[in-house]
């Protein structure tokens, strides 16, 4: 298992080298046949108004799949014990759900509900764009489902989850709604329609998925 330990606003001592290895790699000790790669990054902030400061984050890259964990607390050590606490339960979670799905095998067809196709997603604001890139990131996009999708973002923990949908090859952005359920943000060509391999015209650019029917 490959551990990288990456800090910002913060050496990377000896010391606390020997804390993460402890700590993350007793957090993945009974899941390192699922485990390929372990990301760890340490920052503390620099604005005195940010509080808690010191962050610990935990990416695990699993078979294809990322499951990522972060706490922030005034202690890095005390982060680093709570984000190893948390992955470890992230990770029991994942194998969990494998071991289901390989229990409980089901189609995952209609897990998606037809919306209304919203036009305008901004209304009378106008758009805004950073006055620079601070960051970027490259990742692997392999075609899923949307069933899959859904998985990876309970997975990471992030409001949302861009991949690439396996039954149109686009594009898409799976997230969690402020009033419960999760929304899918579809890409339209211009005659406002997204067309499936069935051949079949998908009338919503936002489409929700309840959680009622993800197993």
Known sequence: MKLVIHGKNIEITDAIREYVHQKIEKAVSHFQSITNEVDVHLSVARNPRINPRQAAEVTIYANGSVIRAEESSENLYASIDLVADKIARQLRKYKERRQDHKTHAQPTEEIVAESVVVTDLIGDRTPELPSEVVRTKYFSMPPMTLAEALEQLQLVGHDFYMFRNA????????????HGGYGVIQPRN?????????????????AMAEKSHIK
Do not use: D, L
Request: charged letters at 20%.
């Open 167 to 178: 039954e149109t090859g686009e594009i898409n952005v799976i997230y969690e709604r402020n």
């Open 190 to 206: 211009g005659n406002g329609h997204t067309n499936g391999k069935n051949g079949k015209s998908a009338h919503a650019n936002v």
